[in-house]
């Protein structure tokens, strides 16, 4: 990122005052049963994706769905180079992509659970077929916890069926950029949870399972404010599928999601 680019990012408090002012749920912050993982593929050069980054927002003001948005590279060329965009998230939605049989990939798309994908910016629509995922058995079936103490994030993972990789997803809590050229151009746009590191950190095998990381992997990292925990079956070596179990934790007094 350029110093060109640093000069359009607000501070991260000023996005925190703008959760506070569109009034978050207060059980927000209480634990609370995840009904499913919204993958957000966005941009800032993309002229659609602003009510998709809004949507997000909503599901994460809801607190009930671990909401994450993947900012890609491939629309950098419009004019604007995403400035939370990097090439691995665009290598994640091409790697859905593959497990979906699609030819290609589009913004602003969601991807639910791993296993189904819809236009991001259909708030109503995601929801729905969360919703239908759990009734037809495609929803988050093994339970999963994530908790900071002390100097630890601990992580605790349930029984279950089926073999899935443990993957963190770290991610910056809020931002706000304006964009001065590119679709977007004279736009601030408030993006959340965007993905900043992905990391697979161990298996599990269908039995109890525990892991524990730092606590610093949430304040040494440059933007990293929060992470996922997605415990996620693979297709293949490179492609991705299913999710069935998902939480996250957040650094400092928000506590966990």
């Known amino acids: 990122m350029t110093s060109a680019d640093r000069s359009f990012i607000r501070p991260v408090a000023l996005a925190f005052g703008l ?18 993982v919204v993958e957000l593929f966005t941009s800032q050069g993309c002229s659609s994706c602003p009510p998709a980054d809004a949507a997000l927002k909503s599901l994460v003001d809801e607190g009930d769905v671990v909401a994450l948005a993947y900012h890609v590279d491939y629309w950098n060329y419009l004019g604007w180079a995403d400035t939370l965009a ?28 791993g296993r189904d994908h819809l236009n991001g910016g259909n708030l109503q629509a995601i929801k729905t077929r969360l919703e239908t995922m759990k ?13 900071i103490l002390g100097e630890e994030i601990q992580i605790t993972i349930g029984s ?25 151009s004279g736009k601030e746009v408030p993006y959340w949870h965007a993905v900043r590191d992905i990391q697979t950190i161990g298996m599990w095998d269908g039995q109890p399972a525990s892991f524990t990381l730092p606590a610093t992997v949430l304040t040494e990292r440059p933007g990293n404010s929060g992470c ?11 492609t991705p599928g299913a999710i069935i179990g998902a939480a996250a934790v957040l650094a400092g007094p928000q506590g966990k999601l």
């Open 160 to 184: 279950g069926i089926g073999k899935a990789n443990v993957v963190v997803v770290y991610f910056d809590r809020a931002k706000i950029v304006k964009m001065e050229k590119g679709e977007n």
């Open 135 to 147: 009734a037809e058995g495609k929803g988050l079936a093994v339970p999963v916890g994530a908790k």
């Open 228 to 238: 996922a925990i997605l415990l996620q079956s693979m297709k293949d070596k490179e």
């Open 86 to 113: 990097s090439k691995e998230n665009t290598e994640r939605q091409y790697a859905y992509a593959r497990m979906l049989g699609r030819n290609g990939v589009y913004t602003p798309q969601a991807i639910l659970n």
């Open 19 to 36: 959760l506070a002012a569109a009034g978050a749920p207060a059980g927000a912050q209480e634990k609370q049963a995840v009904k499913g």
